[in-house]
């Protein structure tokens, strides 16, 4: 499965902690680390951006209770219209889509994926989802089985499930609001093949009384010079962004005309490629750029220049940009490094502040207010709200 990707990988309850410290599973307390120097093995990132001081750190503000979601925690998605979050989990041959409350990550109902066309009698694991609140309907991938499904927001049932084999490698999905359309990655750990960005309507965007229909795929490209990993969507601008894990390149992705753009990625000159995360500040136009072979945060404008290229953690996997306060979160998913994994927090030049020792820290994604949702994979697993400490 590709949404921990090592190359080879397959398919506590609601209380406000003390400023400055960070509950874990099982209520144990650790210091929030002081900012590390951002050089720590990277070059330090472009301008002139001050350090914040060591006191503004990172609190915990909720978490989804131990174990009521199962096992296999892959990723998270948040409709701001509802102030729900969508979780997926396929662990145990058990796969779950799970509803919880935004603000208090209680569980409010979960389902069973829908099941596959040609097999009635068995569901779909789901991996990969995305929220569009324009039509109230969530979208899952089922990376196994090449294919997504499209659930409806409130009542969670299944409204349509497109043909095994529709999406290769089905991973990232991502909504446009400004055409409407739904983008879905073809994700793969090897060079062989093709690769693309499949393109879906979000209801019956052409009026022939279907919905959901598939109209077409770009960035069509061999594997070996692009392989699509996760999407980031600027509104503004009308683009939805991935990266390629075979090559250090990004793919901008025109969402009107379905035009597709790759930008060279100015990435350190380590032997290696590895982009998996991406995300977007349609502000400044930056990219924020996980690396995950080298552990790296790759900053850079939309033509790829580099503005900063940090050192996190091992196997920097997930990142998402909170707005509000302007800082870059990573999920260091390094199994079998110590600490365990890590959530890197940095600064929106890429300046390192400090690193939350987070076990198994898989996936993140911002909660469309103030802080970000980590979701652990492998061993309690979790959802997590992380801000910015007022203390």
Do not use: C
């Not at 599973?25 to 001050?50: F, H, R």
């Not at 509104?235 to 753009?261: E, F």
Request: charged share 20%; hydrophobic share 35%; no cysteine.
């Amino acid at each position: 499965m590709l949404h921990a990707l090592t190359r080879s990988v397959p398919p506590p309850h609601r209380r406000r902690p003390p400023r400055g410290l960070l509950v874990l599973a099982g209520s144990t307390l650790l210091p929030i680390m002081a900012p590390s120097v951002a050089a720590d093995g990277g070059p330090a990132p472009a301008g002139n951006e001050s350090a914040a001081p060591a006191t503004q750190g990172t609190e915990i503000v909720t978490s989804s209770p131990p174990g009521a979601l199962g096992q296999g925690l892959y990723q998270t998605a948040v409709s701001t219209e509802r102030g729900v979050v969508y979780a997926t989990t396929a662990g145990g041959g058990v796969s779950r889509l799970h509803r919880l409350d935004r603000e208090t990550l209680t569980p409010l109902d979960s389902v069973s994926p829908p099941a596959a066309p040609s097999a009635p009698e068995l569901p779909l694991a789901a991996y990969g989802v995305g929220v569009d609140d324009q039509h109230g309907t969530v979208w899952l991938t089922h990376s196994r089985d090449d294919t997504v499904s499209v659930v409806d927001q409130d009542t969670l049932r299944p409204l349509h499930t497109h043909p095994l084999g529709t999406v290769p490698g089905a991973r990232d999905v991502q909504h446009d609001p400004v055409t409407g359309r739904v983008f879905v990655t073809s994700a793969a750990p090897t060079t062989e093949g093709t690769g693309s960005v499949s393109v879906f309507e979000g209801d019956d965007e052409d009026g022939d009384g279907v919905r959901f229909e598939k109209i077409g795929e770009t960035g069509v490209l061999p594997r070996s010079e692009f392989s699509p990993m996760s999407l980031a969507s600027d509104p503004s601008t009308g683009k939805i962004w991935t990266v390629s894990l075979s090559t250090p390149r990004a793919m901008s992705i025109d969402t009107r005309t379905l035009r597709h753009r790759v930008v060279e990625l100015d990435l350190p000159d380590t032997g290696s490629a590895g982009p998996s995360g991406v995300a977007v500040d349609p502000r400044a136009r930056r990219l924020y750029i996980t690396s995950q072979d080298d552990g790296i945060l790759l900053v850079t404008d939309y033509a790829g220049r580099r503005i900063a290229a940090t050192r996190t953690g091992p196997g920097a996997l997930s990142v998402a940009f909170e707005r509000r306060h302007r800082r870059v979160y990573v999920t260091d998913f390094a199994q079998n490094s110590t600490p365990d994994t890590t959530v890197s927090v940095l600064s929106a030049r890429g300046r390192l502040l400090h690193r939350i020792p987070l076990t198994h820290a898989h996936h993140v994604r911002a909660d469309g207010r103030d802080g970000v949702l980590v979701s652990t994979l492998g061993g309690s697993d979790q959802i997590l709200r992380l801000t910015r400490s007022r203390g």
